[in-house]
């Protein structure tokens, strides 16, 4: 398993007084450091150490996110009434749902 694909994330911890990386497929782990880089190298050998050990012992590894397939499509229960809001601001600008959702999304 490449753990480069892996989703990494640094930032600043105020509270801690250095640096916080985490691994988005992992969230259970993280590792403080001085600086930017040595958080991500850190939580990388981390990562790598983990995979590792699940591997050894035949447990489900998760795949990167970067490597997962997407369709595209995803289903979303909402109330009656929002549903009605949305087709009727869709209706409104000549638009299919779809599309209006889809835009509403990418604009939060």
Not at 22 to 49: H, N, Y
């Amino acid at each position: 398993m490449n753990v480069q694909h892996y989703t990494y994330r640094v930032t600043w911890s105020q509270d801690d007084g250095e640096f916080v990386a985490t691994c988005v497929e992992f969230p259970s782990l993280s590792w403080l450091a001085a600086t930017q880089a040595e958080a991500f190298e850190g939580v990388e050998r981390l990562v790598s150490d983990v995979v590792a050990d699940l591997e050894r012992s035949g447990e489900p590894v998760p795949e990167p996110i970067a490597d997962r397939q997407y369709s595209g499509k995803f289903n979303v229960r909402i109330p009656e009434t929002l549903h009605r809001e949305l087709a009727m601001a869709a209706a409104e600008q000549g638009v299919s749902l779809n599309r209006l959702v889809s835009d509403r999304l990418s604009h939060r």
